[in-house]
Protein backbone atom coordinates (compact mmCIF):
# COMPACT_ATOMS: atom_id res chain seq x y z
CA UNK A 1 0.00 0.00 0.00
CA UNK A 2 0.92 3.56 -0.77
CA UNK A 3 2.03 5.46 2.46
CA UNK A 4 1.99 9.20 2.45
CA UNK A 5 2.83 12.10 4.94
CA UNK A 6 1.48 15.58 4.82
CA UNK A 7 3.05 18.00 6.15
CA UNK A 8 0.67 21.09 7.48
CA UNK A 9 -2.08 18.55 7.77
CA UNK A 10 -4.37 20.24 10.51
CA UNK A 11 -6.20 22.35 8.42
CA UNK A 12 -6.88 24.16 5.25
CA UNK A 13 -5.44 22.20 2.13
CA UNK A 14 -3.31 19.55 3.89
CA UNK A 15 -6.47 18.35 5.92
CA UNK A 16 -8.22 17.97 2.46
CA UNK A 17 -5.40 16.14 1.21
CA UNK A 18 -5.18 13.64 4.18
CA UNK A 19 -8.97 13.19 4.34
CA UNK A 20 -8.93 12.44 0.60
CA UNK A 21 -6.30 9.86 0.98
CA UNK A 22 -8.09 8.42 3.76
CA UNK A 23 -10.89 7.85 2.61
CA UNK A 24 -9.75 5.98 -0.38
CA UNK A 25 -8.38 3.25 1.81
CA UNK A 26 -4.25 5.20 2.01
CA UNK A 27 -2.54 5.53 5.16
CA UNK A 28 -1.30 8.98 6.08
CA UNK A 29 1.02 10.13 8.65
CA UNK A 30 -0.63 13.59 8.96
CA UNK A 31 1.83 15.86 10.26
CA UNK A 32 1.47 19.36 12.10
CA UNK A 33 2.07 21.45 15.86
CA UNK A 34 -1.17 20.28 17.11
CA UNK A 35 -2.68 17.54 15.29
CA UNK A 36 -6.14 16.30 15.08
CA UNK A 37 -7.04 13.04 16.74
CA UNK A 38 -6.34 9.53 15.43
CA UNK A 39 -8.74 7.98 12.95
CA UNK A 40 -9.02 5.04 10.40
CA UNK A 41 -5.70 5.74 8.29
CA UNK A 42 -4.53 8.64 9.85
CA UNK A 43 -1.62 8.63 12.25
CA UNK A 44 -1.25 12.02 13.80
CA UNK A 45 2.14 13.40 14.67
CA UNK A 46 2.98 16.22 16.46
CA UNK A 47 6.06 18.27 14.87
CA UNK A 48 7.23 21.78 13.95
CA UNK A 49 8.85 22.18 11.17
CA UNK A 50 11.45 23.93 12.58
CA UNK A 51 12.63 21.17 14.53
CA UNK A 52 14.90 19.07 12.07
CA UNK A 53 14.93 15.84 14.14
CA UNK A 54 11.04 16.20 15.21
CA UNK A 55 10.32 16.26 11.37
CA UNK A 56 13.15 12.90 10.84
CA UNK A 57 11.48 10.87 13.06
CA UNK A 58 7.81 11.74 12.33
CA UNK A 59 8.55 10.85 7.97
CA UNK A 60 9.90 7.64 9.43
CA UNK A 61 10.53 4.49 7.24
CA UNK A 62 8.57 3.63 4.34
CA UNK A 63 7.08 7.21 3.23
CA UNK A 64 6.18 7.12 -0.77
CA UNK A 65 5.17 10.83 -1.22
CA UNK A 66 5.32 13.48 1.19
CA UNK A 67 3.13 16.48 0.73
CA UNK A 68 4.32 20.00 1.98
CA UNK A 69 1.02 22.48 2.91
CA UNK A 70 2.55 24.38 5.43
CA UNK A 71 1.24 27.95 6.35
CA UNK A 72 2.29 30.84 8.61
CA UNK A 73 -0.06 32.81 10.25
CA UNK A 74 -0.21 35.89 12.47
CA UNK A 75 0.66 40.08 11.63
CA UNK A 76 3.81 41.30 12.60
CA UNK A 77 5.95 38.63 12.45
CA UNK A 78 9.61 38.94 12.00
CA UNK A 79 10.72 38.30 8.24
CA UNK A 80 13.29 35.68 10.32
CA UNK A 81 10.67 33.62 11.96
CA UNK A 82 8.84 33.53 8.53
CA UNK A 83 11.29 32.49 6.92
CA UNK A 84 12.33 29.72 9.40
CA UNK A 85 9.09 27.86 8.66
CA UNK A 86 8.30 28.89 4.89
CA UNK A 87 12.07 28.37 3.64
CA UNK A 88 14.00 26.07 6.80
CA UNK A 89 10.97 23.94 7.59
CA UNK A 90 10.03 22.93 4.49
CA UNK A 91 13.95 22.58 3.61
CA UNK A 92 14.31 20.31 6.99
CA UNK A 93 11.22 17.86 5.65
CA UNK A 94 12.75 17.83 2.03
CA UNK A 95 16.12 16.46 3.88
CA UNK A 96 14.05 13.93 5.85
CA UNK A 97 12.23 12.43 3.16
CA UNK A 98 15.16 11.99 1.25
CA UNK A 99 16.99 10.14 4.15
CA UNK A 100 13.92 8.03 4.90
CA UNK A 101 13.87 7.39 1.35
CA UNK A 102 10.58 8.93 0.55
CA UNK A 103 10.02 8.61 -3.80
CA UNK A 104 8.55 12.10 -4.35
CA UNK A 105 8.05 15.40 -2.58
CA UNK A 106 4.60 17.57 -3.36
CA UNK A 107 5.32 21.16 -2.82
CA UNK A 108 2.35 23.84 -2.25
CA UNK A 109 3.46 27.18 -3.82
CA UNK A 110 2.15 30.51 -5.06
CA UNK A 111 1.87 31.49 -8.78
CA UNK A 112 3.01 34.46 -10.53
CA UNK A 113 5.66 34.54 -7.66
CA UNK A 114 8.29 35.83 -10.27
CA UNK A 115 6.51 39.38 -10.30
CA UNK A 116 5.23 41.92 -8.86
CA UNK A 117 1.69 42.91 -8.36
CA UNK A 118 -0.32 44.87 -5.54
CA UNK A 119 -1.37 41.35 -3.69
CA UNK A 120 2.75 40.33 -3.67
CA UNK A 121 3.27 43.80 -1.88
CA UNK A 122 0.15 43.50 0.36
CA UNK A 123 1.29 40.12 1.31
CA UNK A 124 5.10 41.50 1.80
CA UNK A 125 3.94 44.27 3.91
CA UNK A 126 1.92 41.09 6.26
CA UNK A 127 4.50 38.71 6.09
CA UNK A 128 7.99 40.03 5.56
CA UNK A 129 9.98 38.74 2.72
CA UNK A 130 6.81 35.93 1.55
CA UNK A 131 7.41 36.42 -2.09
CA UNK A 132 11.26 35.64 -1.96
CA UNK A 133 10.45 32.81 0.60
CA UNK A 134 8.37 31.53 -1.87
CA UNK A 135 10.93 31.20 -5.10
CA UNK A 136 13.72 30.51 -2.10
CA UNK A 137 12.25 26.81 -1.31
CA UNK A 138 11.31 26.24 -5.15
CA UNK A 139 14.43 26.62 -6.20
CA UNK A 140 16.13 24.90 -2.77
CA UNK A 141 13.38 21.98 -3.51
CA UNK A 142 14.46 21.74 -7.19
CA UNK A 143 18.34 21.60 -6.03
CA UNK A 144 17.51 18.65 -3.82
CA UNK A 145 17.77 15.87 -6.01
CA UNK A 146 14.03 14.51 -4.74
CA UNK A 147 11.72 14.10 -7.79
CA UNK A 148 9.31 16.62 -6.70
CA UNK A 149 5.90 18.46 -8.57
CA UNK A 150 5.45 22.22 -7.31
CA UNK A 151 1.97 23.33 -8.01
CA UNK A 152 0.99 27.07 -7.92
CA UNK A 153 -2.29 27.83 -6.63
CA UNK A 154 -4.07 31.44 -6.99
CA UNK A 155 -6.18 32.51 -3.92
CA UNK A 156 -7.47 29.71 -2.08
CA UNK A 157 -11.53 29.52 -1.00
CA UNK A 158 -13.19 26.94 1.16
CA UNK A 159 -16.03 26.46 -1.78
CA UNK A 160 -17.19 23.08 -2.39
CA UNK A 161 -15.52 20.76 -4.73
CA UNK A 162 -16.43 21.49 -7.95
CA UNK A 163 -14.09 20.06 -11.00
CA UNK A 164 -13.33 23.34 -12.88
CA UNK A 165 -9.51 23.81 -12.70
CA UNK A 166 -6.45 21.55 -14.31
CA UNK A 167 -2.92 21.87 -13.60
CA UNK A 168 -1.11 23.61 -16.55
CA UNK A 169 3.04 24.12 -17.38
CA UNK A 170 3.71 27.06 -15.28
CA UNK A 171 3.87 30.72 -17.07
CA UNK A 172 4.96 33.86 -15.97
CA UNK A 173 1.54 35.33 -14.61
CA UNK A 174 0.66 38.57 -12.09
CA UNK A 175 -0.48 37.41 -8.74
CA UNK A 176 -3.95 38.63 -9.02
CA UNK A 177 -7.97 38.31 -6.60
CA UNK A 178 -9.91 36.94 -9.13
CA UNK A 179 -8.48 33.35 -10.30
CA UNK A 180 -9.45 31.36 -6.84
CA UNK A 181 -9.58 27.37 -6.28
CA UNK A 182 -11.39 25.91 -3.55
CA UNK A 183 -9.07 23.66 -0.81
CA UNK A 184 -10.66 20.76 -2.24
CA UNK A 185 -10.01 20.96 -5.38
CA UNK A 186 -6.96 22.10 -4.75
CA UNK A 187 -6.16 18.57 -2.91
CA UNK A 188 -7.95 16.67 -5.48
CA UNK A 189 -5.56 18.11 -8.08
CA UNK A 190 -2.40 17.73 -6.09
CA UNK A 191 -3.28 14.00 -5.22
CA UNK A 192 -3.75 12.96 -8.93
CA UNK A 193 -0.08 14.59 -9.87
CA UNK A 194 0.75 12.41 -7.46
CA UNK A 195 -0.66 9.68 -8.50
CA UNK A 196 0.09 9.97 -11.96
CA UNK A 197 3.58 8.56 -11.93
CA UNK A 198 6.26 10.92 -13.63
CA UNK A 199 4.25 12.83 -15.78
CA UNK A 200 4.18 15.74 -13.13
CA UNK A 201 7.24 15.36 -11.98
CA UNK A 202 10.41 17.66 -12.34
CA UNK A 203 8.19 20.65 -13.23
CA UNK A 204 6.06 23.35 -11.99
CA UNK A 205 2.35 23.93 -12.57
CA UNK A 206 -0.11 26.68 -12.79
CA UNK A 207 -3.75 25.66 -11.08
CA UNK A 208 -6.21 26.99 -13.85
CA UNK A 209 -9.13 27.77 -13.29
CA UNK A 210 -12.29 27.58 -15.37
CA UNK A 211 -13.89 29.46 -12.79
CA UNK A 212 -14.97 32.67 -12.37
CA UNK A 213 -14.70 35.02 -9.06
N1 LIG B 1 -4.25 31.43 1.27
C1 LIG B 1 -4.16 31.55 -0.03
O1 LIG B 1 -4.96 32.23 -0.68
C2 LIG B 1 -3.03 30.83 -0.75
C3 LIG B 1 -2.88 30.98 -2.13
C4 LIG B 1 -1.90 30.23 -2.80
C5 LIG B 1 -1.09 29.35 -2.08
N2 LIG B 1 -1.25 29.25 -0.73
C6 LIG B 1 -0.39 28.33 0.01
O2 LIG B 1 -1.17 27.22 0.40
C7 LIG B 1 -0.57 26.63 1.57
C8 LIG B 1 -1.67 26.11 2.50
O3 LIG B 1 -2.58 27.12 2.82
P1 LIG B 1 -3.93 26.71 3.60
O4 LIG B 1 -4.65 28.00 3.85
O5 LIG B 1 -4.63 25.60 2.90
O6 LIG B 1 -3.32 26.10 4.95
P2 LIG B 1 -3.67 26.43 6.50
O7 LIG B 1 -5.10 26.14 6.77
O8 LIG B 1 -3.12 27.76 6.84
O9 LIG B 1 -2.81 25.27 7.21
C9 LIG B 1 -1.47 25.44 7.52
C10 LIG B 1 -1.00 24.17 8.21
O10 LIG B 1 0.37 24.36 8.57
C11 LIG B 1 0.54 23.87 9.90
N3 LIG B 1 1.70 24.56 10.46
C12 LIG B 1 1.88 25.89 10.64
N4 LIG B 1 3.08 26.13 11.20
C13 LIG B 1 3.67 24.92 11.37
C14 LIG B 1 4.93 24.51 11.91
N5 LIG B 1 5.81 25.40 12.38
N6 LIG B 1 5.22 23.18 11.93
C15 LIG B 1 4.33 22.26 11.46
N7 LIG B 1 3.12 22.59 10.94
C16 LIG B 1 2.80 23.91 10.91
C17 LIG B 1 -0.78 24.19 10.61
O11 LIG B 1 -1.03 23.36 11.72
P3 LIG B 1 -0.59 23.71 13.24
O12 LIG B 1 -0.97 25.13 13.49
O13 LIG B 1 -1.33 22.67 14.05
O14 LIG B 1 0.89 23.47 13.28
C18 LIG B 1 -1.77 23.83 9.50
O15 LIG B 1 -2.01 22.43 9.52
C19 LIG B 1 0.37 27.66 2.14
O16 LIG B 1 1.70 27.25 1.91
C20 LIG B 1 0.11 28.91 1.32
O17 LIG B 1 1.30 29.66 1.08
C21 LIG B 1 -2.20 29.95 -0.05
Redesign the pocket.
Given at each position: MTRYAV?????????AITQLLSARGDHVIA?????AAARDNVTPVA????DAASLEKALGDGIDTVFF?????GFRKPRADIHS??VR?CINAMEAAIKNGARRFVL????GAEDSSWIWWLLNAVKPGMQEN?LEREGALKQSGIPYIIV?????DDAKLTHGSSLKPSSRQRLGMKPHIS?QELAYLMVHAADAGTFYEGATWDVASERKA
Open positions: VGASSGTGEISRRPADVQTVDTHVMGLSVIVRAPRLR
